[in-house]
């Protein structure tokens, strides 16, 4: 009898919390469809590692190897998963609306303002290291694998907090920019018109842009190869125009499968022990900062150029520069048609976006090209 | 200033210039490759 009792007995009320945890991360996922796909799996994950001396996870006491420990050691640590899910997100990714307005380039750059802004910060009000305040930093890259990546190398300890905090500020972009460019901006400026004049780009454009993008990122930020690589090799799949089999199962298959397990593994960081911490609190709170950051850098910056700019930008586009894509650029244009429904400029918004997904990797491989 | 700050500082000042320096090579490569790519026109 005492063998059916000796988990409940070991039940602490810090393994019930993690419990709702997870069934609060599965209900965002399932009932307010944030992000279902990672927060799904990981709300069940989260349940299942806070079972006591259970064999999902490797328990010190008998130091049998849980499942998820061995998935976390092929997956995580090796940065296996976050890696292949970005061939998928490159499959993805249509460079287009960025080739037909190369400008918006710039943009993607001045939103990773965020990213550094939120490391000063942490380093200036908390006693963490700074490859923890990096960590928490990279959050604000709005891209959910390479904070996973980043974070796996430089604070293995916070992955869990990190992740969680990642994916629902990403999924939560449709209430937290709105309010910051909002503030930030007149209404004039707002219900600026920015004229669009589709270009036609080739397919050898299309073709060449992500060997560029390698190229570049390879030289410049070599850190940011593997994430970098990855993704354009996604995106050559689906440009290529010979490998369309291939470029739909990166974009279907792989990254489902790869979300799965991604989800379930990360879940094990999510132990009472290593979650239920003031770490993870300031994780939660300079995560959101960093978002709202970003998107000021981003409007600040788009403010900064119409101060020499003839024809001027309407200053929300440059809060797409953040890599939450596509749902920053549908947010901008969803309030640049509140305020007149006449103005269109969901193109210019999703270049900005595109940019963004580029930026973010390449901020990453400069955070650990600093550190390594 | 500690040296930590210093060092987030620089961490700042690398960060933010190296993506700049990234996008703007970006960008003059991407108006390089639509140029010597562009579709030709029918007449």
Partial sequence: MSILLEGLLSFTWQQAVMMLIGCALMYLGIKKEYEPTLLVPMGLGTILVNFPMSGIITQPSTGVEGVLNVLFDAGISTELFPLLIFIGIGAMIDFGPLLQNPFMMLFGAAAQFGIFATVVLIVAVTGLTLPEAASMGIIAAADGPTSIFVAGKLAPNLLGPITVAAYSYM?????????????????????IHMKYEPKDVSKTAKILFPLLITFVAGFTAPMSLPLIGFLMFGNLLRECGVLDRLSASAQNELVNIISILLGLTIATKMTAGEFLNVKTLLIIAFGLLGFVFDTAGGVIFAKLLNLFRKEKINPMVGAAGISAFPMSSRVIQKMATKEDPTNFILMHAAGANVSGQIASVVAGGLLLSFFM | MSDIMVKALELMGVGMGGIFVVMILLYGISQVLLKLTAPKKDN
């Fill in chain 1, 171 to 191: 999924a939560l972009v449709p209430i937290i920019q709105p309010p910051v460019i909002t503030a930030l901006t007149t209404k004039k400026e707002r219900m």
